[in-house]
């Protein structure tokens, strides 16, 4: 009988984001607190998993950089939780109205649309509060200018704009380097400032980290053609239903896939010049490129 072998995070990988995880649960409120509900909700959608990403990338800018201490955290926290309000407002029967996420019925599913609603509004707020713990500004403005209307949110908005008309290239990548690319792009830069990286070092984890963005979001869009449900805890297709713009529809899935191997492999390039140890960084852009969720 054949066995499907599935790719597995390299151990680095699979070891921080257990670190990770346990600064979640010490960060986030406990469910024996008032509003209980909320709190409950909360966790419900940050403790359902998920590869911890964007935490991952800015610790391993952080210790590439040289820093040291319990600060990052903080911050790496802080990016998890933005990424998880983005996640639930994201499926919100107003935007794509998904009924599935990590491998569990979305937030609004089991606990409301208003519930929903407010946990994904909590979940920026203790964002920033552990960022303004940081006592770094210009790492606060980082998050901020990545998430906002400069960044993610304008590819969020784009993306809506976009729905059900055919889009050029530069159209997709627009949405695409905002919608998912700027959280990434904060994330290596606000571990590198954490760490008190000197600017040739924040530019090479800039470069990389945008060339890692853009091969995650084209992979993202392959596996929502080729992906199963099981492995990837939400749904397949949903581009299509939604009639979203994507790579493999403006310039086909064979392309999609060797462009995302470039990217990855000029991001390999970039990191492996700039920086002493670049193993995790070449793990990481090595996993992107083969990801199955
Ligand atoms: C509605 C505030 C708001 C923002 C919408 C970023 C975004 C904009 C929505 C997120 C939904 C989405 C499908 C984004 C595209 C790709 C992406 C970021 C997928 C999920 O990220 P993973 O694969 O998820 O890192 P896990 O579960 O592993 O954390």
Do not use: W
Request: with cysteine; aromatic share 6%.
């Amino acid at each position: 009988m054949n066995r499907i072998v599935r790719p597995q995070p390299p151990t680095c990988l699979i070891k921080k984001r257990e670190i990770i995880d346990g600064y979640l649960d010490r960060y986030l409120p406990t469910e024996d607190v008032y509003p209980q509900v909320l709190h409950r909700a909360i966790r419900y959608s940050v403790m359902a998993g998920g590869k911890r990403l964007r935490p991952i990338l800015a610790l391993t800018a952080f210790e590439a950089c040289g820093g040291g201490g319990e600060i990052i955290f903080k911050a790496a926290v802080a990016l998890e939780l933005i990424h998880t309000y983005s996640l639930i407002h994201d499926d919100l029967p107003c935007m794509d109205d998904d009924d599935l996420r990590r491998g569990k019925p979305t937030l609004h599913k089991e606990y409301g649309e208003a519930v929903a609603l407010l946990a994904g509004d909590a979940l920026h707020d203790l964002a920033f509060n552990l960022m303004a713990q940081t006592g770094n500004t210009e790492a606060i403005l980082e998050l901020a200018d990545a998430i906002g209307t400069k960044g993610m949110l304008a590819g969020q908005m784009a993306d809506m704009e976009a729905e059900g008309r055919s889009l050029t290239l530069d159209e997709v990548m627009f949405i695409h380097t905002h919608k998912t690319g700027k959280l990434i792009r904060s994330s290596v830069r606000i571990g590198a400032v954490l760490a008190g990286a000197n600017e040739e070092k924040l530019t090479a984890v800039t470069r990389y980290a945008e060339k890692i963005g853009y091969a995650f979001q084209i992979i993202d869009d392959i596996l929502d053609i080729e992906g199963d449900v099981e492995t990837l805890g939400k749904p397949v297709g949903s581009d299509v239903k939604n009639f979203k713009a994507t790579f493999p529809a403006v310039i086909g899935l064979e392309e999609s896939r060797r462009r995302a191997r470039e990217l990855t492999d000029e991001a390999v390039e970039i990191i492996s010049s700039a920086i002493k140890q670049p193993d995790h960084f070449v793990q990481i852009a090595r996993f992107i490129e083969c990801r199955q969720n």
